[in-house]
Every structure is written in C-alpha cells, then in structure tokens.
C-alpha cells in the first residue's frame, strides 16, 4: 500500500534551517511527483512547490523561492524540503504529497502524516 | 495566482442532514478542482478529484459537482465522522491554492 512517511518535530532557532524527509513505499518513486504543502497553526493549507522525482527538478511557488530547496534521493526512494532562514512564521506542519496527472485532472491522494516545525527562540 | 473563496466559512449541520459547500475561483480553471476533508491533527484527506470524481473508497454520499469558477461539495445525508474542515483547491495553474476551509461543526 502507498505510504508516505515523514521525518518528526523539530525545533529550530531564528534564522536557522530545517531539513523535513518524506519516505515513500507501495508504488515506483519516480512516477509521481511530490509536493510540498504546509499549514499553520489553526490557519489553511499553503502549497510550497513540487520535486520530479524523475529527473529531480523543482518547481518553487514564487513565495518561498531563494529559500526552499527540494531534493530526492532515489536509492532511498526518499524526498526532501529544506527551508532556511526560518522566521517566526514558518512555525507550521509540513506535509509532503504524492501529485497525480491522470484522466483530465491532477490532485494530491496520498499525503504524509506532517512534521512539526516549531521556530523560536 | 488563482483565488479560492469558500463559503461558508463554518457550517453547523446536524446528522442526517444534507450539507453544501462553494468554492470559487477567481478564475476560470474548467474541472481542475479537488475536494479534501480534514480532520484535527491529521492530514487531509482526498474525496473529490476533477471537480466530480470520486476518489476510491470515499462514500458516495460525498458528490462534487460544477466547472469554469463555481463549485459545489455536497454531502447528502450527514454522518457522524463528516465533521471536519473541507477544503478545495485549483490543479489548474502554478501555484496550486487552496480555499480558505469550511469547518462543519455539530448542531
């Protein structure tokens, strides 16, 4: 079965970095795309970018740009979303996943169980 | 980027009712639109694909309809696990955006 299984809560300072995993299983790594999408606390969903997991490049929504870094790791079958220069408002949930493009429509149906990001002092 | 605007924000529903969400889009995005629900401290959960598919193993008493910049989630007779928050969300362009939720709640 698909599955999709995140790296866990992290606290982080000002200013700082985090890098959040995202393990995939149950279905060919590089067929998908992952996304990205996060959400703070008690607010919306936002969507931060995908990665290829083919050929490994990324696609930044413009608001993260210059600060967001999406990698894969095939052998691993295993995503990454690096965040750096982290303020008071990146303290959300993380969430990585999996896109499809079948039949006309394209949509997120596996998603990960989310990694809290906590940033403060 | 595309706008989503739901509506209501919130909704107080009781079991066995029938239950209408709307979603619009500031744009046209013909049925590139999808449905999640979520529920407190979980991931969302896809129900809704192409504006009126229904995602594999969701209940059929979920049903999307619409196309172009207005969309409907209905929910016809209401259950017990369907309190949750609902959010839509456009695959049609870069950046993907999602509505602001609709956090049905228990009469």
């Known amino acids: 079965q698909v599955q999709l299984v995140q790296s866990g809560a992290e606290v982080k300072e000002p200013g700082a970095s985090v890098k959040v995993s995202c393990k995939a299983s149950g279905y060919t790594f590089t067929g998908p795309w992952l996304h990205w999408v996060r959400q703070a606390p008690g607010q919306g969903l936002e969507w931060m970018g995908w990665i290829n997991t083919n050929s490994g490049d990324p696609n930044y929504a413009q608001k993260f740009q210059g600060r967001v870094t999406m990698t894969r790791d095939t052998s691993i079958t295993t995503a990454y979303m690096e965040l750096s220069r982290l303020g008071s408002d990146d303290t959300a949930v993380y969430y990585c996943a999996r896109g499809i493009a079948a039949a006309g429509a394209k949509y997120f149906d596996y998603w990960g169980q989310g990694a809290l990001v906590t940033v403060s002092s | 980027d595309i706008q989503m605007t739901q509506s209501p924000s919130s909704l107080s529903a009781s079991v066995g009712d029938r239950v209408t969400i709307t979603c619009r889009a500031s744009?046209?995005?013909?049925?590139?639109l999808n449905w999640y629900q979520q529920k407190p401290g979980k991931a969302p959960k896809l129900l809704i694909y192409g504006a009126s598919k229904l995602q594999s193993g969701v209940p059929s008493r979920f049903s999307g309809s619409g196309s172009g910049t207005d969309f409907t989630l209905t929910i016809s007779t209401l259950q017990p696990e369907d309190f949750a928050t609902y959010y839509c969300?456009?695959?049609?362009?870069?950046?993907?955006?999602f509505g602001q939720g609709t956090k049905l709640e228990v009469k």
């Open positions: 744009q046209s995005i013909s049925t590139y």
């Open positions: 969300q456009q695959s049609y362009s870069i950046p993907r955006t």
